[in-house]
């Protein structure tokens, strides 16, 4: 059981899927700090001063001026301001992903092969029936001289 657990731990796909989770977490905290600390300022500064952490529905009906305060004081809330970060979150991940793989996709594509498929890449020997290169002058098989 450990040698198959061992196998399977040490394929590819599992490595390499355990260095893309480990990787999306780094940037998936690098894209938090962007929308939190970069974006949202200006946007909330264009919307009047409004941060939109702070934006929630207090159902106590407390009064609270605060998230915080509202956790604080254990009052039920709908925390919509903070649903709003982490739409732009995803929208901002889901840019980036698709920038990424774009480049990868036109750095890592297929140079067109100089020989188009319909065209043949080997002919028959008339003389003994072997396959050989089209470009061939000569059959490799039993040396007879072909016409070009």
């Known amino acids: 059981m ?3 657990f061992k ?3 040490l394929k590819g796909n599992v490595i390499d899927m355990g260095v893309g989770i480990i990787i999306g977490t780094g940037f998936s905290k690098i894209v938090t700090s962007f929308v939190n600390d970069i974006m949202m300022p200006p946007l909330g500064l264009l919307l009047g001063h409004v941060n939109f952490t702070n934006l929630f529905i207090d159902l106590s009906g407390k009064g609270l001026q605060s998230v915080a305060d509202a956790k604080a004081a254990g009052a039920a809330t709908i925390n919509y301001g903070i649903f709003i970060n982490s739409i732009i979150d995803f929208i901002l991940i889901g840019i980036a992903l698709f920038i990424l793989i774009k480049q990868i996709n036109r ?3 297929k140079a067109p092969s100089s020989v188009s498929a319909s065209e043949p890449t ?3 020997c008339k003389f ?3 396959d ?3 470009h061939a002058l000569r ?3 039993c040396t007879s001289q072909l016409t070009v």
């Open 107 to 109: 750095f890592t594509k």
């Open 128 to 130: 003994c029936f072997t």
């Open 132 to 134: 050989i290169s089209i």
């Open 7 to 9: 196998e399977f731990a």
């Open 122 to 124: 080997i002919k028959q």
């Open 2 to 4: 450990f040698k198959e």
């Open 139 to 141: 059959c490799p098989n």
